[in-house]
């Protein structure tokens, strides 16, 4: 039924194929890779208040969109940046001091869920008026910062611990200077106050829990200002926290710089070059900045979430997003305004609505299925959603882009990585070969020979995973389909079929020096390969933990687990296994319900359809490696329906 030609033609072998072009790959120099883009975010639905943003985020569509986010591969979304976090927060009464006295149920409860069973960290961002606290004691804005960052710092530092706390983030208010954000109207004097507040109360916390009086509390960054840095004029509170930290940098309370920058068209070269331009500009102005470790949390292809966009429903924005990651890698290291690039956040967590099920800047297709009694929502996962799954995969080292010339104004980006080696435990490679994100007119019939050194072991295993348009894209489904708000069981299996990069080739390697060609004549653009390759004595895979089966509707269950992080590298897939519970004294068997899914991410939605129409009984899940190795089962979970 998909069309599935010929993409890639890859020859495991040292040959003299007639090619129209090659590359050979010298001395690769590799440096430190830190995953620095596995941040996403979004900005909850409903009134900015205690009530709107308690209910928007308890919503079960809004939990399950986290629940698909927190299923991608391990370490490919680490952190998550939501507004107005802190509205959580209930404010109860004064003290006899008059100091706010806080209640926070609401907010443990949805933090327990991040942190506990999603395993996301968050960025708290001090934002928010809890109980009007502050605008009802305008006077006193610094005291009550300080004093609610400390409260909410040291509630949760007795319910987690520090140390399971430390990848937390922590920020200033978001884009001050606008209007819609700046809802306490804080002047720029009291904004100033404000963040000194905040920092003073990052400092504080902990202080009453260290064991002895000679433990310092942990030192925690605060990020700020979050700040669009339009016009001086317009944006005064971003640059003048700037001005303050350049005037004495000791007193500076923020420790890295965050800023917004979005391309303007949907390239991901222009995030790149607009960031650029206004950390040039920063540091011109301010050059003791340049100390300073910096990120861009909002960097993404085009501004305004909601807005129906096309390329941001296929691969195209997959593309573009792995394009941007790997721009961003290379202007690190070119030594210029973005050295000190701490990380990048893709502001796409956000839940799509109709008629934009698929278009608007989110990682998941959302379909709210209104008519089921009661209603409920179905998720299809987007390329961008399997493109973070496929950069997760990369090592712990990598080499410069490399651009490998397909005709006179296109070239294949391609990014190599490394993990393991020098007396490690065995060697991993990961390398992803972009395309161009188009190219007009039609590239000419091109064989790409590209000569990759694989000699990482005597025994070794590779594999190639593609994403690819049609192929890999459930909107191309879904349109053909006519676009239904109510995709059908058929429909929806048939795009999860396609949600996640195609399995194109796997298999032993016997020699060194093999080489890989690439025979992109037929393939359509734009598209994705990602290559592993794996030493027998990298790390086996261990068993799957937490398994969780959480109801989608009558019928139909979501079932996902976590990843042992060292481990899944060389994952080839998942099995998924049931086991109906044993009616009338029939002996039941386990059943591979995965069978003919390609399933390299810790999820299965499982809609059982003919004979066998329940979902009640007994899940175990495991994972097969290049090597066609097993790993242990999980745990076996039982579901059963209400
Ligand atoms: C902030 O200013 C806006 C417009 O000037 C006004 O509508 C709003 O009530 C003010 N908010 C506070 C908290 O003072
Ligand atoms: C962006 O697209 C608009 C409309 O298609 C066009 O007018 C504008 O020139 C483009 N800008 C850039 C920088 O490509
Ligand atoms: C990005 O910046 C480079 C160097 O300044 C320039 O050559 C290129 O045209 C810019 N690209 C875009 C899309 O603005
Ligand atoms: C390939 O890599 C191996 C191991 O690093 C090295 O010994 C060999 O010389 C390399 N071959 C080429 C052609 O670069
Ligand atoms: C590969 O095997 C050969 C022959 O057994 C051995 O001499 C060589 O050291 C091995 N190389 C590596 C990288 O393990
Ligand atoms: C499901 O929907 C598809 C596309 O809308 C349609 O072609 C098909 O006949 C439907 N199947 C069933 C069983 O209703
Ligand atoms: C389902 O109902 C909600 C609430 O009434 C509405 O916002 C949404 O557009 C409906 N969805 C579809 C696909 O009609
Ligand atoms: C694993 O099994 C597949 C399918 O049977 C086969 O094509 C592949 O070569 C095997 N891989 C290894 C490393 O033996």
């Not at 909850?44 to 308690?54: L, Q």
């Not at 706010?100 to 961002?125: A, C, Q």
Request: net charge neutral; charged share 15%.
């Amino acid at each position: 039924m998909l069309p599935s030609p010929l993409l890639l033609l890859l020859l495991l072998c040292v040959s003299g194929h007639n090619v129209h072009a090659h590359y050979t790959s010298g001395d690769v120099v590799y440096h430190p890779l830190s995953h620095f883009w596995t941040g996403v975010g979004f900005c909850p639905a409903g009134d900015i208040d205690h009530e709107g943003i308690s209910a928007a985020l308890a919503a079960p569509e809004v939990q399950m969109n986290l629940r698909q986010i927190a299923a991608l591969p391990v370490g490919a979304v680490t952190h998550i940046r939501i507004h107005w976090l802190l509205e959580l927060v209930q404010f109860l009464q004064y003290d006899m001091s008059g100091v706010p006295m806080y209640d926070f149920g609401k907010f443990d409860t949805f933090i327990d869920f991040l942190h506990e069973e999603l395993r996301l960290s968050p960025v708290l961002e001090f934002m928010g008026n809890p109980g009007q606290v502050f605008t009802e004691n305008p006077q006193q804005i610094s005291f009550f910062w300080d004093h609610l960052v400390k409260t909410t710092l040291n509630h949760q530092i007795v319910r987690h611990g520090s140390a399971r706390m430390a990848n937390w983030r922590y920020e200033t208010w978001n884009e001050p200077d606008l209007h819609g954000y700046n809802t306490l109207n804080l002047t720029v004097d009291y904004y100033l106050d404000y963040v000194q507040a905040v920092r003073r109360g990052l400092s504080k916390a902990g202080a009453a829990h260290g064991h002895s009086s000679s433990n310092l509390p942990m030192y925690r960054a605060l990020r700020g200002p979050a700040g669009l840095f339009k016009s001086l004029n317009g944006h005064p509170r971003c640059w003048k926290l700037l001005e303050l930290c350049n005037q004495r940098m000791v007193h500076c309370p923020i420790d890295v710089l965050s800023f917004h920058r979005k391309g303007l068209n949907g390239s991901a070269v222009e995030i790149v070059n607009a960031s650029l331009t206004l950390l040039q500009q920063i540091f011109e102005e301010y050059p003791n900045l340049k100390q300073l470790p910096v990120a861009n949390d909002e960097a993404d292809p085009v501004a305004g979430w909601s807005t129906p966009r096309e390329f941001q429903a296929d691969v195209r924005y997959g593309v573009t997003l792995m394009s941007m990651v790997m721009q961003h890698w290379h202007a690190k290291l070119s030594g210029g305004a973005l050295s000190r690039l701490e990380s990048i956040s893709h502001d796409n967590a956000f839940l799509s609505y109709h008629p934009h099920e698929f278009t608007q800047r989110t990682l998941l297709a959302h379909f709210r299925m209104n008519e089921t009694q009661p209603p409920h929502s179905q998720f299809v996962q987007k390329p961008v959603y399997a493109a973070l799954g496929m950069l997760a995969k990369l090592g712990s080292r990598a080499a410069d882009m490399e651009l490998v010339n397909m005709d006179t104004k296109h070239s294949v980006q391609v990014w190599r990585t490394v993990s393991g080696g020098m007396g490690g435990p065995g060697q991993y490679m990961a390398t992803i070969f972009l395309s161009p994100e188009e190219a007009v007119p039609k590239i000419t019939p091109f064989h790409h020979k590209y000569t990759l050194n694989m000699s990482i072991a005597n025994e070794s295993a590779f594999i190639t995973e593609l994403m690819v348009p049609q192929s890999t894209d459930p909107f191309h489904l879904w349109t053909q389909a006519g676009s239904p708000a109510y995709p059908n069981a058929t429909l929806r299996e048939a795009m999860r079929r396609v949600q996640t990069p195609r399995l194109y080739e796997t298999g032993p390697i016997w020699q060194y020096n093999s080489e890989l060609v690439i025979n992109s004549a037929s393939i359509p653009l734009p598209w994705a390969m990602l290559l592993r390759v794996c030493s027998a004595t990298w790390p086996k895979l261990k068993r799957p933990q937490q398994l969780s089966i959480v109801e989608v509707t009558h019928r139909e269950v979501f079932i996902s687990w976590r990843e042992h992080p060292k481990s899944t590298q060389c994952l080839r897939s998942y099995e998924v296994w049931f086991k109906q519970r044993g009616g009338q004294g029939f002996a039941v068997d386990w059943q591979l319900i995965s069978r003919d899914w390609h399933l390299p991410y810790p999820s299965f939605q499982y809609a059982p359809n003919g004979q066998i129409s329940s979902v009640n009984g007994f899940y175990k899940v495991r994972g097969v490696d290049v090597f066609n190795e097993t790993s242990p089962f999980s745990q076996i979970v039982e579901y059963l329906e209400l």
